[in-house]
C-alpha cells in the first residue's frame, strides 16, 4: 500500500504541477460553455443577418398584405405582376432570392403555394413562410366568416403552463428544461474527461513502457502496485479538476438568473422598469430551481468510478503496445463503450423512465454517463442511483483484475503487438 500510495503521489504531484494542468482547470468550463452555446449564438445571428428578398406573385388579392405586415424585418415580400419567365430571369440575376406563387384558389384550400428557389435558403426559412402564409389564410377565412376581432384574439391568446413536481415537502417548482441541460452538460464532461485523463493513463504507460524506465521501476514496485497507482494519481488529479467545476458550476447557477433577467424588456412582459430579477423571470415563466448539492456529490461519484475502470483497461492498452499508432486496434472496444451511452443521451432525456434508459443507465459501462443525465433529471430513484454505483465499482475490481493480468506481463514485452488470442491468454495465465 505504501508503494502505491508513493507512485500515486509522484503522479500527482507531477502532473498539477504543470502549466497545462492550471490552464485546462481553467479553460475547460469556458470551452464547454462555448461549445454548447455557440452553435445557438451563431443560429442567432444568422438568423437576425440573413435578409431574404422575395417575389410575390398574389393571385388572392388578399393573403400578402397581411404576410407583410406579420414578415419579420429581415424578410421583404415585394408584390410583381412578371410572367414566369422574367421571374427565374430576376432570381437567376440576383435581384430576388426567389419567387412565391399564390394561386387564386389558396383561401379555399383548392391550391398549393409554391415557392421557387435557386439555391436552397434552409429549412428554417421554408418553415417560416409556410407559418406566414397559414397565419394569413387563417385570418382571411376567419374575416370571410364574420368573426369578431375580439373572438378572434380570444382564441389566439396562449394560457401558460406550469408544471410542479411533487417532494415529501409538499409541490415545488419544476426545472425540467434546466436540468436536463445540467445532466447533459454533465454527461458530456464525464464522457470527454474519462476519455482525456485515460488516455493520459495509456500515453504515460506508452512513453515509460518505450523509455525502458519502466524496467527500473519494477525492479522495487510490483506491476499491480504501478498500475494502481498510475490510475490514482491521476484520478486524484481529475477530481481536484471536477470539485473545482462542481463549485464553478454551483457558482453559475446562482448567477444565471440576473443574467437572463438583465435580456429581458420590463416593457414587453408589462412590468415596470424597475421589476426584480424574481418578477422578470416570473413574468417569462422561467424558473431556476436550486442545484442541489447532493447532485454534485453523485456527479464527482460516478466520474471516479467511470475513470477508474476506463483508465484501467487504457492502460492495459498501452501496456501491450510500444507506439501510441498500435493502440488504435486495441482502443476501438473501449472507444465503442464510451461513445455508445452518448448516443443514447438524448433517447434519455426525452424518456427517462422507460426501461431502455433505466436499462442503460445500470450497465456499468454506460453508468457513469447515462446516470447522472437520470438523476439530474430526477428520474432515477435513490436506489437505482445507488444499485448503479455498486454495479459501477464491481465493474472496476473486474476492470482492474483483467488490467493488472495483462499489465503484468505488457509492460516487459516487446517486438509484434499481441493479437486478441494472446490478450486473452495473458489474462488466463
Do not use: C
Not at 500500500?1 to 497545462?20: G, H, N, Y
Not at 499491480?224 to 486524484?236: N, R, S, Y
Not at 481529475?238 to 429581458?264: C, D, E
Amino acid at each position: 500500500m505504501d508503494k502505491i500510495w508513493i507512485v500515486l503521489q509522484s503522479e500527482f504531484l507531477r502532473r498539477v504541477r504543470t502549466r497545462a494542468f492550471v490552464l485546462t482547470t481553467l479553460l475547460a468550463p469556458i470551452l464547454l460553455l462555448d461549445m454548447a452555446l455557440l452553435p445557438a449564438l451563431i443560429g442567432y445571428l444568422g438568423s437576425r443577418d440573413a435578409s431574404r428578398h422575395l417575389a410575390v406573385v398574389d393571385s388572392t388579392g388578399v393573403l400578402l398584405p397581411r404576410m407583410q405586415e406579420h414578415a419579420p424585418a429581415t424578410l421583404r415580400l415585394e408584390a410583381v405582376a412578371l410572367p414566369l419567365d422574367s421571374l427565374q430571369t430576376a432570381v437567376r440575376r440576383g435581384r430576388y432570392d426567389g419567387y412565391l406563387i399564390l394561386p387564386a384558389g389558396l383561401v379555399d384550400g383548392d391550391a398549393t403555394a409554391e415557392l421557387y428557389v435557386e439555391k436552397s435558403l434552409g429549412l428554417s426559412f421554408q418553415s417560416q413562410i409556410e407559418r406566414l402564409i397559414n397565419r394569413a389564410v387563417r385570418d382571411v377565412r376567419l374575416e370571410r366568416l364574420q368573426v369578431p376581432p375580439e373572438l378572434v384574439a380570444a382564441l389566439r391568446t396562449e394560457v401558460p403552463l406550469r408544471q410542479y413536481r411533487l417532494s415529501e415537502t409538499g409541490a415545488e417548482a419544476d426545472g425540467t428544461v434546466f436540468f436536463s441541460i445540467i445532466g447533459y452538460l454533465m454527461g458530456f464532461i464525464i464522457y470527454g474527461a474519462t476519455l482525456a485523463y485515460g488516455s493520459l493513463v495509456m500515453q504515460g504507460v506508452i512513453e515509460e513502457k518505450t523509455s525502458r524506465v519502466v524496467e527500473l521501476i519494477v525492479s522495487s514496485v510490483r506491476p499491480f502496485q504501478l498500475l494502481m497507482g498510475k490510475v490514482l494519481g491521476i484520478g486524484a488529479m481529475g477530481l481536484v479538476q471536477f470539485v473545482l467545476w462542481g463549485l464553478l458550476l454551483v457558482a453559475g447557477t446562482m448567477a444565471a438568473g440576473p443574467i437572463i433577467a438583465h435580456f429581458l424588456d420590463p416593457q414587453q412582459l408589462n412590468l415596470p422598469a424597475n421589476a426584480s430579477t424574481q418578477e422578470l423571470l416570473q413574468a417569462a415563466n422561467i424558473t431556476l430551481p436550486p442545484v442541489d448539492p447532493l447532485l454534485i456529490v453523485w456527479f464527482v461519484l460516478f466520474f471516479l468510478g467511470g475513470y477508474l475502470m476506463y483508465s484501467s483497461l487504457f492502460a492495459a492498452v498501452g501496456s501491450a503496445v510500444e507506439q501510441q499508432q498500435d493502440a488504435q486496434s486495441l482502443m476501438l472496444p473501449l472507444m465503442l463503450l464510451i461513445v455508445i451511452p452518448i448516443l443514447f443521451i438524448t433517447y434519455v432525456i426525452e424518456n427517462p423512465g422507460a426501461p431502455l434508459s433505466v436499462g442503460l443507465s445500470l450497465f456499468p459501462f454506460f453508468s457513469p454517463i447515462l446516470m447522472i443525465v437520470r438523476i439530474a433529471i430526477g428520474s432515477a430513484a435513490l436506489w437505482e442511483a445507488v444499485l448503479a454505483y455498486l454495479l459501477l465499482v464491481a465493474g472496476f475490481l473486474g476492470a482492474i483484475w483483467i488490467s493488472a493480468r495483462i499489465y503484468r506481463i505488457g509492460i516487459l514485452s516487446y517486438g509484434q503487438k499481441p493479437s486478441l488470442r494472446e490478450l486473452l491468454r495473458w489474462i488466463r495465465a
